[in-house]
């Protein structure tokens, strides 16, 4: 599996860099607003921190719009994705650029039959957002396994990257139910590394080992 953080936040990335468990970087509008920087300033940066995909959203609405907007986005770096909107215009601006061997990454995919347009299209990743749908009283990790299934029944390549991930237990789902990537926020995965058991088992080996070299 492989793990992407999702955050505008070049701090954030350099220190999970150093972690040496991060794949790719994920941002959308929102989190590149919050870092009150221009798209292009903080991918650029968050290219030469990770080499690995790093996801860069269109805000154009048309497919003409989106695919001018890709052809500056995919110049910035040669690991840049171009993360398009689940819509007619977006399906068919993918579809253009999967053509032209340019990266994709289709966003707020919240239905089985939305994530098989993709498929169709050649996304290179499939965004659904689980964490919205389990905050509409929705099963955000059953639309996961439902695409597991539907990408296996054809062969599909396109990865399904697990985002809008709010907690450990998310991770830990979208593993079992065999998503290809998850993308996450830094804090959350922080959460990844904490058990009591293994704090308190540290704690005591230290601790034994001092009494020992006495
Ligand atoms: O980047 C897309 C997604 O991960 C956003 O998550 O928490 O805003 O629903 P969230």
Redesign the pocket.
Known sequence: MKFFI?TGMVEEIKDAATWGIIDGV?T?P??IAKTGRTQADVIKEICSIIDGPISAEVIATDTAGMLKEAEEIAKWHDNVVIKLPLTVDGIAACKGLSDLGVKTNV?LCFSPNQALLAAKAGATYI?P?I??LDDNGHDGMALIEEIRTIYDNYGYQTQILA????HATHVRDAALVGADVI?APHGVLKTLYKHPLTDNGLEAFLKDHANSQK
Not at 163 to 166: D, M, N, P, T, W
């Open positions: 999702d994920t959308n929102s989190l966003t965004s957002f964490g919205r985002a809008s991930i709010r993308t």
